[in-house]
């Protein structure tokens, strides 16, 4: 009896609720926008979801594109794949009450074990399509830099005391604000010293009828800039904004036993010397060239009427490439690569090259320390001679190296051990060796 009558009172709230229009669940009338930027030096991409459901993973210097979602209440959460691990750890929540054409941006920022979270709010900008302005808003992102000012004006305005368009602080962000279409230089400064310039742009051409934030971050080592420095558009694409005046680095390497010791020049004429002597085997420092289209010429050494081997690369401001020649003397090649010299806490991170012509194609094989390769899988298979380096991912440990023929588990050469840390960089390289049936691994030092 006492069971019937709670049900009939649950259908009489039911009945009442139903006529009243009144309901125990919010109700969106409409829908803001979500992104988040990852702005941790050291991190690796960070997993971005709302509740339970994921929304993308976010690379350091990255933004994710920006989501629409009803205008009601979420916990966001942040995830991490640590060393060793099968799933992902949660770093960090953050609640937030999406409001209608309102866009929110998550900066993750401070230490991946401990780090914080800031919330840009800004209205969704809508064009009617006459306009012939676009929307900037100006963030700091970067943990290494204290207080600066912004400057952004037409090419060839110095900064000046009164003319900055505002102060910021790491987390900070100024509000959004029209420019007319066209050419700019972006400035920042010390804070109330214009004539301490930190970084200066080359000139950007900015389009109307479009929104973009713009942050630094800290420079990491696959940079030779003061900074680094991104426009992020709406739809989450990145743009990097060159530091004006910064060069590109080659690095060279010597892999080609046919190839006989050379100099190596930088332009058409093979009058700028970059490397004199350079044997097989050899590897360089960072060699300071100008962005743009390069000649790279190889000659005999001292001979500046013998050319070896010529090829020409394209290298982007603020970048450092590794040059490697390659293959028999009837067909040499070249292989230019952007090395990843970012340390990441939760990783290590490993590149191999081929370039042993002696062998077509390997398989390459990392084991714990004294273990068989038996049964074991590759980490590397079917490896050509001359692709460009593979990149992967290893646990921190002692561990054996071993080639192998594509297919095969004939030992070409191994064990080789090395060890590994979490941050570690491991640049391998496979080179000829002297008896033609083996090869020789070979670690690179970063410079």
């Given amino acids: 009896m006492r069971r019937l009558l709670f049900l009939m009172g649950v259908l009489v709230w039911v009945a009442l609720a139903s006529c ?97 979270i800031t919330i840009w709010e800004v209205d969704v900008r809508v064009w009617s399509g006459t306009e012939t302005v676009f929307e900037a808003r100006f963030g700091h992102t970067s943990a290494e830099l204290g207080s600066i000012d912004v400057y952004f004006a037409a090419p060839g305005v110095a900064p000046a005391s009164g003319q900055e368009i505002g102060t910021l602080l790491f987390g900070d962000v100024l509000p959004a604000a029209d420019y007319p279409a066209g050419d700019y230089v972006l400035i920042y400064t010390v804070a109330g010293d214009p004539a301490t310039i930190l970084f200066t742009s080359e000139v950007v051409t900015l389009a109307e009828q479009s929104a973009f934030t713009i942050s630094m971050f800290d420079a990491d080592a696959n940079e030779l800039g003061s900074m680094s420095v991104r426009l992020f558009s709406t739809s989450g694409s990145s743009q990097v904004i060159f530091e004006a005046g910064v060069v590109s680095t080659l690095r060279f390497f010597h892999t080609s036993m046919a190839l006989a010791t050379a100099d190596i020049y930088g332009d058409e ?91 077509a194609s390997i398989n390459v094989y990392v084991v714990l320390a004294n273990t068989e390769i038996t049964d074991k899988l590759p980490i590397i298979a079917a490896l050509t001679v001359g692709s460009a380096p593979v990149s992967i991912n290893l646990q921190p440990g002692s561990f054996d190296m071993y080639l192998t023929p594509a297919g095969e588990q004939t030992i070409i050469t191994g064990p080789v051990r090395f060890d590994s840390a979490l941050g570690d960089i491991v640049d391998v390289i496979a080179l000829d060796a002297v008896d033609p049936s083996s090869a020789d691994i070979v670690f690179i030092p970063l410079p």
């Fill in 269 to 359: 004429a093979v009058t700028t010397l970059l490397v004199s002597n350079h044997a097989f085997g050899d590897v360089t420092g960072d060699i300071a060239v100008a962005p743009g289209a390069n000649l790279i010429t190889y000659t005999t050494a001292g001979d500046t009427g013998v050319i070896l081997f010529e090829d020409e690369g394209t290298l982007f401001p603020g970048a450092h490439y590794q040059y490697y020649v390659v293959g028999e003397t009837d067909a040499l090649s070249a292989v230019l690569a952007i090395p990843d010299r970012r340390s990441v806490e939760t990783r290590v991170k490993f590149s191999f090259l081929h370039t042993a012509t002696n062998h």
């Fill in 20 to 116: 009243t229009g009144d309901t125990a669940f919010p109700v969106a009338t409409g829908k803001g926008t979500v992104r988040a930027i990852n702005a941790i030096k050291t991190a690796p991409g960070i997993t971005f979801m709302i509740e339970e459901r994921l929304i993308s993973a976010v690379e350091f210097k990255s933004s994710t594109s920006a989501q629409q979602y009803d205008d009601l209440e979420y916990i966001f959460n942040f995830e991490v794949l640590f060393a060793g691990d099968t799933e992902r750890q949660r770093i960090a929540s953050q609640f937030l009450d999406v409001v209608k054409d309102k866009e929110f941006t998550f900066i993750i920022g401070g230490e991946l074990a401990d780090p914080t």
